[in-house]
């Protein structure tokens, strides 16, 4: 069992930046790929970035490519996302998510625990 708790949303102008992080408890975040999800009002869940166990791999989707950074320290059990060049369009709910599984996954079925979220807004 993992418990994940998303922090550092917040309202910033677009071209800012937030860096958002997800601290683990329970079993070793090690033990886990993880990735970070998005969910707009009325829209569905949707991924934005993915780290390998040890944070050798990583993978993005295209709509983030470039802006976004995901990063993990498994010392301290925490992931990151650095969000640079924010639009009105990264405007959602932001969760990380936590896999078991060693292939690369970009659906949200496929991740086994999830964080509360945390409210990313931007404006224009």
């Known amino acids: 069992q993992v418990q994940l708790v998303e922090s550092g949303g917040g309202l910033v102008q677009a071209g800012g930046s937030l860096r958002l992080s997800c601290a683990a408890s329970g079993r070793t975040l090690s033990s886990y790929a993880m990735g970070w999800f998005r969910q707009a009002p009325g829209e569905e869940r949707e991924f934005v970035a993915r780290?390998?166990?040890?944070?050798?791999?990583?993978y993005y989707a295209d709509s983030v490519k470039g802006r976004f950074t995901i990063s993990r320290d498994n010392a301290k059990n925490t992931v990151y996302l650095q969000m640079n060049g924010l639009k009105p369009e990264d405007t959602a709910v932001y969760y990380c998510a936590a896999d078991s599984s060693v292939f690369i996954h970009t659906n949200p079925g496929s991740y086994d625990y999830w964080g509360q979220g945390t409210q990313v807004t931007v404006s224009s």
């Open positions: 780290i390998s166990r040890n944070g050798a791999g990583t």
